[in-house]
């Protein structure tokens, strides 16, 4: 306690020293973006200062894995002034009663709190936290707390113009701007309200007083908005923007489906197709960023990638919801209410060790993107405004045509009001893959899905007109005597203790004759129950996985590798699945392969069942098989 308090007594005497951090510009300043040569100096000793002699940071913020938590956020409200269809359900949110919502003076002690414990960077946000009436006395308040370095705001931007002004006279050293799209008319259809260029406007305002970078967010999701990639990047060249594109995530409300998200690798290969010269920047401390530049770029790009390289061994955040609720894990169901004990009295002392326990809970890592999935959590406006996508709208905004390989198809003489009603009825966006006509054997629109790194798939696999006989080939020879029996006809499982490991591989198919009905609702993604080929393409995969389960003398085998892809037929309204599998070991995994295109089509006719009975399962078959004693197999 000595050290800390001399600690805070040495930064009084620094406290003399204009206020700012590498994030922002410095408040006082003698033209915009251009702090005074002892402005600099005195914030760059005072910088040096505290990193030579800091304190050693509360036990209170830091977990069980030896995290510290430095970086608070604090939502300011749950209301907004858009309607994002990527941040709030379709059915609406239901707000917390304004008695329930943490008062100023709440939000202050609680700031002060952990500021006191290490906390030296608070993120106000929302909802929208630039409509709270009293967001620049916040600022204010929160700018004369001893130790805090960095005071950012996450705003939609419309009303950032207007008050960035007073925010940096009151201590504001750093500005998060979400945008997703650069076109007007799909920024209008996104929010349900107009405001572009006023998001414009406050960009380049933020800009004008020195802020560098701004941070743009950007969430990237298919259908949606990842043709303007290289819009977005374009920017950088001429602007000081960090725009950081940021993988969708699964948040309550918000129909997450894994096909809308768009990974950072395939974002970094289209940008660098374009920009070959991009460089790696060096990655900071805690930094929940992979940063990149392209020489000569006044700006930079960023990119957040919780869902595909997650960033949990390294996280410092904590989260305070609008009504007072301490959140240790963004996507963590786990909350525990800090207004309650505040109003019921708690001591500082209390209050810690209640923020201690929770952090202390805090697990090793987010449970991955299908799980989170599946978990109750808060819708994102009532956590923080952040982006997630609830409907696609079109990709293409200057017309409303689709080429044949995507599921709609709207006639230009629809006027737009009807188009767009259409849209919000009927789009999904399914994972367009570059599949050739001659492949999918029709010019209609067509679906498809495949799990497939490659999607490049070659027709052989399922020639849609092959009804060729089997032909085996290898060395081996096929037995003439049933190995699941015993001598005297009893069934027995096959002993393989004595046989070597070997590289295993089996790809089997099957086909689901849907009928005209359901092979439209299919194709479109209308299905009430949602999407089919998803769905199968799981369940094929989960299938191979327990075959040993469901067929009662297979051995369980260690899958290396399960591979669905499922195609539409549209002359014969049909699905055509084909499953792969891959292991090591002394069995074949045929069966395996077999499983899955066997319940993948079994879940399709599920999936269908309720608008067509008429539905045929057929042809179920193995395609190869290689490895073994008896050879390998090829169907011509």
Not at 331 to 344: A, C, I, T, Y
Not at 536 to 552: C, D, E, F, N
Not at 577 to 588: D, E, K, L
Request: glycine share 8%.
């Amino acid at each position: 306690m000595a050290a800390r308090s001399a600690f805070r007594m040495l930064r009084r005497v620094l406290k003399s020293s204009a206020r700012g951090c590498s994030s922002g510009a410095p408040v006082t300043q003698p033209r915009p973006g251009e702090p005074s040569r002892p402005a600099r100096e005195g914030l760059s000793m005072r910088l040096q200062f505290l990193q030579e002699h800091a304190a050693p940071f509360s036990a209170f913020l830091t977990d069980s894995f030896g995290r510290q938590h430095s970086y608070l956020r604090i939502s300011l409200t749950e209301k907004c002034n858009l309607r994002c269809r990527y941040c709030m359900p379709e059915e609406g949110v239901s707000l917390t009663p304004k008695a329930d919502l943490l008062t100023t003076q709440e939000i202050l002690t609680l700031a002060r709190l952990f500021v006191k414990e290490g906390v030296d960077k608070i993120r106000l946000t929302g909802g929208e936290p630039l409509i709270r009436p009293d967001v620049v006395d916040i600022v204010a308040q929160l700018h004369r707390l001893e130790g805090l370095r960095t005071i950012g705001v996450t705003t939609n931007g419309i009303n950032l113009a207007r008050l960035l002004p007073q925010l940096q006279q009151a201590g504001l050293n750093a500005v998060n701007i979400s945008l997703d799209t650069l076109v007007p008319a799909k920024f209008e259809f996104i929010v349900r309200r107009k405001g572009f260029h006023k998001v414009m406007e406050g960009i380049h305002r933020a800009i004008e007083l020195g802020y560098k970078p701004v941070k743009v967010n950007c969430v990237v999701m298919r259908g949606l908005n990842e043709d303007e990639l290289l819009d977005f990047v374009a920017l950088t060249e001429a602007l000081p923007l960090d725009v950081r594109f940021i993988e969708y995530m699964p948040f309550d409300g918000n129909k997450w489906n894994f096909r809308k998200m768009v990974s950072y690798k395939e974002m970094l290969d289209t940008i660098r197709q374009q920009w070959p010269g991009l460089e790696k920047l060096p990655e900071e401390d805690s930094s929940t960023a992979k940063a990149f530049k392209i020489p000569g770029f006044q700006g930079q790009i960023s990119f957040i990638t919780s869902m595909s390289e997650h960033f949990c061994g390294t996280c410092n955040r904590l989260r305070i919801t609008a009504d007072g609720n301490l959140k240790v894990c963004l996507f963590g169901n786990s909350e525990v209410s800090l207004r309650d004990h505040l109003r019921g009295g708690a001591s500082e002392e209390e209050l810690l060790r209640i923020i201690g326990a929770a952090v202390g809970r805090k697990k090793r890592q987010h449970a991955g993107m299908f799980n989170i999935a599946q978990m109750k959590n808060r819708p994102m406006i009532l956590i923080e405004l952040f982006l997630v996508l609830q409907d696609s709208p079109p990709a293409s905004w200057s017309t409303f045509s689709r080429d044949p390989l995507c599921v709609w198809n709207l006639s230009a003489r629809e006027n737009l009001s009807g188009q767009m009603t259409t849209l919000q009825k009927r789009l999904r966006i399914p994972m367009a893959l570059p599949l050739s006509q001659q492949c999918l054997g029709s010019s209609s629109p067509q679906r498809c899905y495949s799990c497939y790194p490659n999607s490049n798939i070659h027709s052989k696999c399922l020639s849609i007109g092959s009804q060729d006989p089997a032909v085996p080939s290898g060395p081996g020879p096929t037995s003439t005597q049933l190995t699941h029996v015993d001598s005297e006809g009893r069934a027995a499982m096959v002993d393989v203790g004595g046989k070597p490991d070997t590289e295993r591989v089996a790809v089997a198919s099957a086909l689901v004759l849907l009928g005209p009905v359901a092979f439209k609702l299919v194709q479109q993604n209308q299905l009430k129950k949602g999407d089919a080929l998803a769905v199968a393409q799981l369940a094929g995969v989960q299938a191979a996985k327990l075959t040993s389960q469901l067929i009662p003398l297979c051995h369980h085998v260690a899958l290396s590798h399960v591979q669905l892809h499922l195609e539409l037929d549209s002359p014969r309204n049909a699905v055509l699945i084909q499953a792969s599998c891959r292991a090591r070991g002394p069995t074949g995994v045929e069966m395996e392969a077999l499983t899955s295109a066997a319940v993948a089509a079994l879940t399709l006719y599920d999936m269908c069942k309720a608008v067509s009975r008429d539905i045929v399962v057929a042809e179920v078959k193995l395609l190869s098989k290689t490895g073994g004693q008896r050879g390998d197999f090829h169907r011509a």
